[in-house]
Structure formats: C-alpha cells, structure tokens
Nanobody, 125 residues
Framework: QVQLVESGGGLVQAGGSLRLSCAAS????????MGWFRQAPGKERDFVAA????????YYADSVKGRFTISRDNAKNTVYLQMNSLKPEDTAVYYC??????????????????WGQGTQVTVSS
C-alpha cells in the first residue's frame, strides 16, 4: 500500500504561481513513477506531468509544457508540481498518483496504482 497526500492548492489570479506537494508513505520503495493529473468539472481526468522516481525523467502534457515543472525529493518521498503562468483553464482538482510498475505509459491514468484525495486549484481571470 502507498498513501498519497496532496497539499498546496488554492485560489490564485491568472499569471500567478502555485506549488503542489504530494507526500508518499507506505511501500514507497515499490514506486517507479509519480504523476499529476487534473479533473475540471464535467470533464475527464487529464494527464499533467509525471516523473520517473529513480532516474528523474519527466513527462508533460503539451498544455503545461514550459509553465509547469515536476520534481521529486527522494529523501522526503515527496513529489512537487510547480505551476507558473497559471491560466483560468488550469482550474481543476489536481491528483497525484503512484505507479508501481515499470515500462508503462505514464500518460494514462490506468497505469497508476494509488491516488491521492486531490487538491483544488482555482485560477481567476
């Protein structure tokens, strides 16, 4: 079992920044990658970013490239999502997720085994 707890969401004006954190506990040594997804009201859950836990390779959705940065602190078992130049269309509940299998498609939510409870991000125009 892996437990994930997100924090850092909130209300920000367009152009502003937020940093989300996701603290992992439990069988974290089994984690191959961590990802962030988001879901806006009435829409499907979409991939945002992912990071390979050991090598640090990163993956981003086209909509956030150049604005968002995913990183991890292995010692703290924590993954971060730094979000800059936020837009109203970034408004959503953001979820972190843990993938326990290697060589999967990290862009797909079905590749992840554990999920956090989500944190709301609201960007006002």
């Amino acid at each position: 079992q892996v437990q994930l707890v997100e924090s850092g969401g909130g209300l920000v004006q367009a152009g502003g920044s937020l940093r989300l954190s996701c603290a992992a506990s439990g069988r974290t040594f089994s984690t191959y990658a961590m990802g962030w997804f988001r879901q806006a009201p009435g829409k499907e859950r979409d991939f945002v970013a992912a990071i390979n836990w050991s090598a640090g390779y990163t993956y981003y959705a086209d909509s956030v490239k150049g604005r968002f940065t995913i990183s991890r602190d292995n010692a703290k078992n924590t993954v971060y999502l730094q979000m800059n130049s936020l837009k109203p269309e970034d408004t959503a509940v953001y979820y972190c997720a843990a993938a326990l299998r290697p060589y999967v498609n990290y862009y797909r939510d079905s590749s992840y085994n554990y999920w956090g409870q989500g944190t709301q991000v609201t960007v006002s125009s």
